[in-house]
């Protein structure tokens, strides 16, 4: 059972985490916290890494109630998903900003940005948030859930350290050098969402004919 459970948390992690790209996230947020002091920076880092468990956590475990809500298949979500995740990757390799204008503007001016922007969109977006819907449509035991509520809070902690610990990678990459490594890791999200789109591709063609792909 242990063996089991690690296996899908740790699945569940290295799943989510480019998607989320919290490395991708921390010059956003130290852009957004630089007239602020130390003690701020560690609290809204905290705060962060709690509403994104929360947000996770709470599309994990509504994930069948909702798709049953909308009608939506398991194969539908995953190229939706995958789309999306798309969207963000291309982003990515293309050096968009993650942000808007608007978006940006209003954050700066914001007491607390732990749940927007950081939380969301950032970090747990629609990528994200398809993500674990897929994880519940396709979990059929209870310790699946329990594997993947794991592996986000496993996420969470890496959040956490990613943006209280990110001022020297800051400091020794500067802006070129995470720019540089966003977009290697773009390449690897590009690639991940690829893989959704195609398995839902799949998964629809087995329900439409499913003598087909056997």
């Given at each position: 059972?242990?063996?089991?459970?690690?296996?899908?948390?740790?699945?569940?992690?290295?799943?989510?985490?480019?998607?989320?790209?919290?490395?991708?996230?921390?010059?956003?947020?130290?852009?957004?916290?630089?007239?602020?002091?130390?003690?701020?920076?560690?609290?809204?880092?905290?705060?962060?890494?709690?509403?994104?468990?929360?947000?996770?956590?709470?599309?994990?475990?509504?994930?069948?109630?909702?798709?049953?809500?909308?009608?939506?298949?398991?194969?539908?979500?995953?190229?939706?998903?995958?789309?999306?995740?798309?969207?963000?990757?291309?982003?990515?390799?293309?050096?968009?900003?993650?942000?808007?204008?608007?978006?940006?503007?209003?954050?700066?001016?914001?007491?607390?940005?732990?749940?927007?922007?950081?939380a969301i969109p950032m970090i747990s977006g629609p990528g994200a948030i398809g993500v674990v819907i897929g994880f519940a449509a396709s979990n059929s035991r209870w310790i699946d859930d329990v594997g993947c509520l794991l592996g986000i809070v496993l996420l969470g902690v890496t959040i956490y350290l990613c943006l209280a610990l990110g001022e020297p990678l800051v400091g020794v990459l500067?802006?070129?050098?995470?720019?540089?490594?966003?977009?290697?890791?773009?390449?690897?999200?590009?690639?991940?969402?690829?893989?959704?789109?195609?398995?839902?591709?799949?998964?629809?063609?087995?329900?439409?004919?499913?003598?087909?792909?056997?």
């Amino acid at each position: 059972m242990w063996q089991q459970l690690t296996s899908v948390a740790i699945g569940t992690f290295l799943t989510l985490f480019p998607v989320t790209n919290p490395v991708g996230a921390i010059p956003i947020f130290y852009g957004l916290t630089a007239v602020n002091t130390k003690l701020y920076r560690l609290r809204q880092a905290r705060q962060t890494a709690i509403n994104v468990v929360l947000v996770l956590g709470v599309f994990l475990l509504a994930g069948r109630e909702i798709l049953s809500f909308f009608g939506i298949s398991l194969g539908v979500l995953r190229i939706a998903g995958g789309l999306l995740i798309a969207h963000t990757a291309w982003e990515m390799v293309t050096a968009r900003q993650r942000l808007t204008r608007p978006e940006s503007d209003e954050a700066i001016d914001k007491e607390d940005i732990s749940f927007t922007p950081m939380a969301i969109p950032m970090i747990s977006g629609p990528g994200a948030i398809g993500v674990v819907i897929g994880f519940a449509a396709s979990n059929s035991r209870w310790i699946d859930d329990v594997g993947c509520l794991l592996g986000i809070v496993l996420l969470g902690v890496t959040i956490y350290l990613c943006l209280a610990l990110g001022e020297p990678l800051v400091g020794v990459l500067g802006k070129n050098g995470l720019g540089a490594l966003n977009r290697v890791l773009g390449f690897f999200i590009l690639a991940i969402a690829v893989q959704f789109v195609a398995d839902g591709i799949v998964f629809l063609l087995r329900e439409a004919a499913p003598n087909l792909l056997r």
